[in-house]
T-cell receptor, first 111, second 113 residues
Framework: RKEVEQDPGPFNVPEGATVAFNCTYS??????FFWYRQDCRKEPKLLMS???SGNEDGRFTAQLNRASQYISLLIRDSKLSDSATYLC????????????FGTGTLLAVQP | SAVISQKPSRDICQRGTSLTIQCQVD?????MFWYRQQPGQSLTLIAT?????????ESGFVIDKFPISRPNLTFSTLTVSNMSPEDSSIYLC??????????FGPGTRLTVT
C-alpha cells in the first residue's frame, strides 16, 4: 500500500521558535515530494516542491532522504501566521501525475 | 498558477438526492482531479477526470456513485449520487502542472442530512 505518514501533532510553539516536521513514505517509486499548507476550512496550497535532496525558501527548508524514504520541513523564526496544517505529499510514481497525501501535521504558533 | 473556481461553495442536501459540483479553470489544463476530504482527515483521490473519455476511478470509488464529466480542458463536474450522511465531506478539484504539482479549487462543503 502506498502511504505517506506524518506526526499529526499538534505542535504548539512560541513565536520565533524553530520547528521541524517529519514525514516518511513507503512508495519507493515516488520521485517528487511536496509540502502543502492548509488553513482551517480552506483548500491546500502548495508551500514547497522537493525534487532533489532539498529546497529552501526564506524561513522554510525541506530535505529529502531517498535512502531512508524520509522528508522533513523546517520552519525558522515561526510567525503567528504560520499556524496551519502542513501536508506531506508524494507522487504515485510512473506517469500518472497522481499524488498521495499524508494526514497532516497541525502547527499552532503561540504569541 | 491557474485560477480555479468551484460551485457551489457549500450545500446542505437530503439523503437520497444528488448534487453536481462544477470546477472551472481560467486556462486549459490537461490534468484534473477530484478529491474528498472528510472531517479531520486528509485528502483522498476520487478520480482523474480525463478530457473526452471516461474518468479513471481510484479503489473504493465507482462511476455510478460519483459520475464525472470533462467536456473540455477548462471544465469538469463531479456528481455525488444518492447521497447518504457518510458523503458529508469537502470535495475539491485540482489541476496538475507538468512537474506533478497540483493546485486546488476552494472546495465544496457538502452536508447530507
Amino acid at each position: 500500500r502506498k502511504e505517506v505518514e506524518q506526526d499529526p501533532g499538534p505542535f504548539n510553539v512560541p513565536e520565533g521558535a524553530t520547528v521541524a516536521f517529519n514525514c516518511t513514505y513507503s512508495n519507493s517509486a515516488s520521485q517528487s515530494f511536496f509540502w502543502y499548507r492548509q488553513d482551517c476550512r480552506k483548500e491546500p496550497k502548495l508551500l514547497m516542491s522537493v525534487y532533489s535532496s532539498g529546497n529552501e525558501d526564506g524561513r522554510f527548508t525541506a530535505q529529502l532522504n531517498r535512502a531512508s524514504q524520509y522528508i522533513s520541513l523546517l520552519i525558522r523564526d515561526s510567525k503567528l501566521s504560520d499556524s496551519a496544517t502542513y501536508l506531506c505529499v508524494g507522487d504515485y510514481g510512473g506517469a500518472t501525475n497522481k499524488l498521495i497525501f499524508g494526514t497532516g501535521t497541525l502547527l499552532a504558533v503561540q504569541p | 498558477s491557474a485560477v480555479i473556481s468551484q460551485k457551489p461553495s457549500r450545500d446542505i442536501c437530503q439523503r437520497g438526492t444528488s448534487l453536481t459540483i462544477q470546477c472551472q479553470v481560467d486556462s486549459q489544463v490537461t490534468m484534473m482531479f477530484w478529491y474528498r476530504q472528510q472531517p479531520g482527515q486528509s485528502l483522498t483521490l476520487i478520480a482523474t477526470a480525463n478530457q473526452g473519455s471516461e474518468a479513471t476511478y481510484e479503489s473504493g470509488f465507482v462511476i455510478d456513485k460519483f459520475p464525472i464529466s470533462r467536456p473540455n480542458l477548462t471544465f469538469s463536474t463531479l456528481t455525488v449520487s444518492n447521497m447518504s450522511p457518510e458523503d458529508s465531506s469537502i470535495y475539491l478539484c485540482s489541476v496538475g502542472s507538468g512537474h506533478y504539482e497540483q493546485y486546488f479549487g476552494p472546495g465544496t462543503r457538502l452536508t447530507v442530512t
